[in-house]
């Protein structure tokens, strides 16, 4: 059980349950059943699926790693891999099935979709994380897609406002899956793993994290000439400042010195809970004037 829920990565459990909470009670105002059955589904069976079909499929790469065994994922012994993929199952299919049965054909679709890239990027035959840029695409999908399944499934509307956060959301989790990705570049070639950061290297997709973030705020930004409450967009399109001050002093990092990359890292865990703790005033300030 502790191998387990190392691998879920908890620190990163809010990341796919609060948007999803946020994208339908923002739309529902209402806390019911449908709510708490997928922000739990998001919090945890989704996080065991993805890192622990992750770690299961990169046990070779994951072995050079020194910074797995703790809370930024285990190393799950080769005894623990059929455990896990058998916890994966148990643990999803009750709450795909609960989803499914209350949703709409177009929810189904964004819930397959989610699903599929959470599979695709690690299992062996699709193996996406290996695909420079389809990988950071396919791990932005897993951070996004819980977000948009939540407003379909609450049945909102997508105004240009809502595309323009989406967007920006996309354009986060690109830059924070590329930037990741730079620490594990010696891991990942001595495991024979490819991504993006083994292929253009360590300097240029720190920059191209750098430019991911930067956009993200841009067209947070531009939601403020959409929006009633334009003030608020401006000070959430302020929050891309942490995150490029994060990436900044890695930009000339050499493949050799990847590992350096850690200490960022660990700033952006830290980074994300402040952010998160800014988005989640503002939309609580939305809340009580709208």
């Not at 699926?49 to 065994?69: C, H, Q, T, W």
């Not at 623990?80 to 299919?93: D, E, K, M, P």
């Not at 001050?245 to 350096?260: I, Y």
Request: net charge neutral.
């Amino acid at each position: 059980m502790g191998q387990l829920f190392l691998s879920s990565r908890p620190l990163s459990w809010v990341n796919t349950a609060f948007p999803f909470a946020a994208a339908y009670l923002m739309t529902t105002r209402t806390v019911d059943l449908t709510f708490i059955v997928g922000t739990l589904f998001f919090l945890i069976p989704y996080n065991l699926a993805m890192y622990g079909i992750n770690d299961v499929f990169d046990y070779e790469s994951d072995l050079r790693n020194p910074r797995k065994g703790g809370v930024e994922g285990a190393v799950l012994d080769r005894s623990l891999h059929r455990i896990t993929l058998w916890a994966v199952v148990v643990t999803n299919v009750p709450f795909l099935v609960y989803l499914v049965a209350i949703g709409s054909p177009l929810s189904w679709l964004v819930l397959a979709i989610s699903m599929f890239a959470l599979v695709a990027y690690s299992i062996k035959g699709l193996r996406f994380k290996e695909v420079p840029f389809l990988d950071s695409i396919t791990s932005s999908t897993h951070f996004v897609s819980p977000a948009v399944y939540g407003a379909v499934l609450a049945g909102a509307v997508f105004t240009p406002v809502l595309w323009l956060v989406l967007a920006a959301f996309f354009l986060w989790g690109m830059a924070s899956h590329a930037f990741g990705a730079v620490q594990d570049i010696q891991a990942d070639r001595e495991g024979q793993l490819a991504s993006v950061a083994t292929v253009i290297g360590a300097a240029y997709t720190a920059r191209f994290a750098l430019v991911c973030y930067a956009l993200a705020g841009v067209l947070i930004a531009c939601g403020a000439f959409f929006a009633a409450a334009a003030w608020s967009f401006w000070v959430a399109a302020a929050t891309a400042v942490p995150y490029i001050l994060m990436v900044w002093p890695f930009r000339n990092l050499s493949d050799a010195d990847c590992e350096r990359a850690n200490r960022g890292w660990r700033k952006f865990l830290a980074i994300n809970f402040f952010v998160g703790f800014v988005i989640t005033m503002l939309l609580i300030l939305h809340w009580v004037a709208s």
